[in-house]
């Protein structure tokens, strides 16, 4: 006769990612980098604004990890533009999580002190579920997907630190209903900062830029760099804690299951 | 399609409990997902019927509790599901806020034979 016991256990399922998500945050910050995640649905413009946001960086040192299912094609056209870009593929999988950002992270040399852009893959549902270590969440939704957007996909829309609504230039030729956008963006996050850009005019990026720069002074990291000596770390983890692998070049192109 | 993954995950935990209790196998799971934690129960049974083959948790029976999210009113407090296309309270018009409610995605507890 088997001994039978219920054991209640309230495991988050998320611990494991949430854990690494952490340590990849304090490995950027002691690194003075701010880490942004970028996330949207497939063709709203992610790279294009991005070029457009480093166009319009004043202080900061840009660097770049671009998330694709397959292929490297914005990690070339970024590397043409002298960005420090990094590749990861997911071969199917429908969003980046804290593991393989990690690993990435590992195999990067952040020369000077930067924000790092870490693009998601092209999903409006899943991304926005998974901690990558970022410091800040950047959604880009745009007047051609409609404006309905953050009441079919409110989790994006709430867990945005800050919000691009892309294409403004479009507007003519469309019916984007921006009182009816603003009001869901709003139910859902009542402080979020809205810019309105065109990553085809360039309009709006500079502000966009502009509000990066001032959040990432605000952060520990860049603080500590102009030597305040006022960063504290307290989530010090083992290194042994996950592989470290030597360190790459910024144009090796790598996917997180294969060893360097 | 991200349910595979987790699966893994859940396995590994309920395992890693199971073991820690010297447990010969694993029964049964129960989960808790809110609707917004973007998982599918189906999915994630089966997957967890073809992974769990020849760990603890083989035959274990995965009860999974959903939970519909809830958005509380800015303005009388209710607590309410919102219709589509809208964030309104049906009590008084206000605007909801978003609540945790709805994001559940845990291992509540598991039966273990020993």
């Known amino acids: 006769m088997h001994d039978v016991l219920k054991v209640n256990m309230m495991a988050n399922i998320h611990d494991e990612n949430d854990h690494i998500a952490a340590h990849t945050n304090e490995d950027l910050t002691k690194q003075h980098i701010y880490a942004v995640n970028v996330m949207g649905a497939p063709g709203v413009g992610k790279t294009t604004a991005l070029k457009n946001i480093i166009r319009n960086l004043k202080d900061l040192k840009p660097y770049v990890i671009e998330g694709d299912i397959e292929s490297d094609i914005d990690t070339k056209d970024l590397r043409g533009l002298g960005i420090d870009t990094f590749q990861i593929n997911t071969f199917g999988a429908c969003h980046l999580d804290a593991p393989m950002v990690h690993n990435m992270i590992q195999n990067m040399k952040f020369d000077e002190k930067g924000v790092l852009f870490i693009e998601n893959i092209g999903n409006l549902v899943c991304p926005a579920e998974f901690s990558i270590g970022e410091h800040c969440k950047m959604l880009i939704s745009t007047v051609t997907e409609g404006s309905d957007k953050p009441y079919k996909y409110p989790l994006a829309f709430e867990k945005a630190d800050v919000i691009l609504l892309n294409k403004v230039d479009l507007l003519p030729y469309l019916d984007f209903d921006e009182a009816f956008f603003m009001k869901g963006v709003r139910a859902l996050n009542r402080e979020v900062p809205v810019f309105k850009a065109s990553g085809k005019t360039g309009a709006g990026f500079a502000e966009v830029a502009d509000w990066l720069e001032k959040k990432a002074a605000e952060a520990k990291a860049v603080q500590h760099h102009h030597g305040d000596g006022k960063t504290e770390h307290h989530h010090d983890h083992e290194s042994s804690c996950i592989d470290r692998h030597d360190r790459l070049e910024p144009w090796r192109i790598s996917c997180p299951t294969e060893k360097p | ?114």
Do not use: N, W
Request: net charge negative.
């Open chain 2, 1 to 114: 399609m991200h349910e595979f993954p987790i699966t893994q995950q859940i396995i590994k935990i309920a395992e890693k409990h199971a073991t820690e209790l010297c447990a010969s196998r694993i029964k049964s799971i129960k989960l808790v997902v809110g609707d917004y934690s973007g998982f599918v129960g189906d999915s994630i049974q089966m997957y967890f019927d073809v992974i769990s083959e020849g760990t603890l948790c083989e035959g274990a029976k995965i009860e999974i509790e959903h939970v519909k999210p809830k958005m509380k009113c800015t303005g009388c407090g209710e607590l309410f599901e919102r219709e589509f296309l809208s964030f309104s309270c049906p009590k008084c018009g206000a605007d909801g806020e978003p609540t945790q409610i709805g994001k559940e995605f845990y291992i509540e507890s598991i039966e273990i034979e020993r």
